[in-house]
């Protein structure tokens, strides 16, 4: 019986094992195939990259990107998602860390600089994707979709930022939360990240700290106390 009980525990731990091994194999494949994928975008635009391409420099086969990961579309989702939430698994924004902080912030300057770090960081990994998304999505169908909906998204999440700004009472009182939401929206985006940090070589510390300090100028009552 103590060979029997020992050999079934030998045999449980192998498969285990095996079954650890086939996940992290897993995991490796994806990110092979997304990596390979986010090179290939950014180096030749979305419509000039075949998922035969993206397989070859994966070292998989077709059929392979496909059941890991699907079609371009799909994986341009992916990429923007894993860009956005800053992790190896997409991360819904209300869920995200930074959000959170700010939440259990009372200042409003500080709420401020937590996101405008947050916005650098987010943007350092999101904006050169992002441009080659708005750039497709005037000829592609499912990406143009995919334009809408996270424009549609950020703009929601602006205007809970906004409303939650307001709620401290240190916002400027001539300045809706709409209007809050709009000025934040426009200017957390990729394209004011991209033309000031990457066309003109600001750091990421000079873009944050001086993101901070226009918004504090822009949003809040100056006679507030801080």
Avoid at 96 to 102: G, K, P
Avoid at 112 to 133: K, S
Avoid at 191 to 197: A, G, H, K, Q, R
Wanted: charged letters at 25%; aromatic letters at 8%.
């Amino acid at each position: 019986m103590p060979d029997t009980v020992n050999e079934q525990s030998a045999g449980q731990t192998t498969r285990r094992y095996d079954a650890s091994r086939r996940r992290a194999a897993a995991a490796q494949t994806r990110t092979n195939i997304l990596d390979t994928a986010r090179g290939l975008f950014l180096s030749q635009g979305y419509a000039a990259t075949t998922v035969a391409e993206i397989a070859r420099g994966a070292g998989v086969v077709p059929d392979t990107v496909y059941t890991v990961v699907g079609r371009k579309p799909a994986m341009f989702r992916e990429l923007i998602e894993l860009a956005l939430s800053g992790t190896d698994q997409p991360i819904p924004g209300a869920h995200r860390d930074y959000v959170a902080r700010m939440r259990a912030e009372d200042d409003a300057r500080r709420k401020l600089a937590i996101y405008a770090d947050a916005v650098t960081a987010i943007q350092g990994r999101l904006a050169p994707l992002f441009l080659v998304l708005r750039d497709a999505a005037a000829l592609d169908g499912d990406l143009r979709s995919l334009w809408d909906e996270i424009t549609a998204r950020r703009a929601e999440n602006m205007r809970r930022l906004a409303a939650d700004l307001v709620s401290t009472g240190a916002t400027r009182t001539d300045l809706t939360v709409e209007e809050i939401a709009d000025i934040v929206w426009t200017m957390n985006s990729s394209e004011y990240y991209s033309m000031l940090v990457t066309s003109r070589g600001w750091t990421s510390d000079r873009f944050s700290n001086w993101l901070h300090d226009a918004w504090c100028r822009l949003l809040l009552d100056p006679t507030h106390a801080a």
